[in-house]
């Protein structure tokens, strides 16, 4: 059975710019989350979703980034406009287990942003 | 105060060693516990999950949880080259419906 699948693998833009990460997770998991990963920060949880409802999205930095859920299949985090300090590995994980624990990563999405 | 706070390391053993990582939580209602190990470049992996006070032994790893302490650690036996990584610890607040990391412990194995 495929794992959680992401892309692109990596991403090299320029400041402003709107980047676009995509993320297909495992079949029958009902969680989804979105992380980011940086040397300073850790592991931080952004947002997740349950049955593709947005259930906690406290730890997006800001306004200029959106997550969304359109279906049990697919999520994509964007960033627009981007900023040099959005410059991370994002990863997204997902869940069966009823209460989120259990959590698959799929291999992450290194951006770096110019 | 972090939620969960590991040693940064980097923490050497010889190969064959016992290697011991360490991690306390400050949420008292927290209930579930797992250690992730993670190689450079790569995704966090599931190795360990614990719920209940003790320990937990999964082949060459021991996971042991006491929760009057809000302490979890990780004991890796016989420890091999391929066992250096950055071994996470996660705890998971029943009430907050999320993980929270700590920052990971850097393991390197000395062949």
């Known amino acids: 059975d495929a794992g959680v699948i992401q892309s692109p693998r990596h991403e090299v833009t320029e400041m402003g710019q709107e980047v676009t990460l995509r993320c297909k997770p495992i079949?029958?998991?009902?969680?989804l989350f979105w992380y980011r990963q940086t040397m300073m920060r850790g592991l931080e949880l952004l947002i997740y979703f349950n049955n593709n409802v947005p259930i906690d999205d406290s730890g997006m930095p800001e306004d200029r980034f959106s997550a969304k859920m359109p279906n049990a299949s697919f999520s994509t985090l964007k960033i627009q406009p981007s900023e040099p300090r959005d410059s991370a590995v994002y990863f997204c994980?997902?869940?069966?287990?009823?209460?989120?624990?259990?959590?698959?990563f799929g291999p992450g999405t290194r951006l770096l942003v110019l | 105060q972090k939620e969960v706070e590991q040693n940064s390391g980097p923490l050497s053993v010889p190969e064959g060693a016992i290697a011991s990582l360490n991690c306390t939580y400050s949420d008292r209602v927290s209930q579930s516990f797992f250690w992730y190990r993670q190689y450079s470049g790569k995704s966090p992996e599931l190795i360990m999950s614990i719920y209940s006070n003790g320990d937990k032994e999964d082949g060459r790893f021991t996971a042991q949880l006491n929760k009057a302490s809000q302490y979890v650690s990780l004991l890796i036996r016989d420890s091999q080259p391929s066992d250096s990584a950055t071994y996470l610890c996660a705890v998971h607040s029943g009430s907050a419906r999320q993980l929270t990391f700590g920052s990971g412990t850097q393991l390197t194995v000395l062949p």
């Open positions: 079949s029958g998991h009902d969680y």
């Open positions: 994980a997902s869940s069966s287990d009823g209460r989120g624990e259990t959590q698959y």
